[in-house]
């Protein structure tokens, strides 16, 4: 059984940035700009959303479960 390709979201915004350098076609070259900039806003979201959720998260000890 063969395993799908793994993507890390934090890798995307410089290989795009990397291969847009070395692009040749002008609307490639903005289309791959355009993805290295919206992964960087999504990682920066998502580093947000833990640094949130850590400090205002619950305290630990029921992990916000009902009883």
């Known amino acids: 059984m063969t395993m ?6 934090h890798e995307l915004g410089p290989q795009a ?9 002008a609307r ?5 700009q355009y993805v290295a900039l919206g992964s960087m806003i999504v990682m920066t979201g998502i580093a947000a959303a ?9 305290s630990g000890r029921d992990h916000g479960r009902l009883r």
Do not use: I, V
């Open 4 to 9: 799908p390709p793994r993507y890390f979201l």
């Open 17 to 25: 940035q990397e291969m847009s350098r070395n692009c040749n076609n």
């Open 28 to 32: 490639l070259a903005m289309t791959l």
């Open 50 to 58: 833990q640094m949130l959720r850590d400090t205002f998260g619950p």
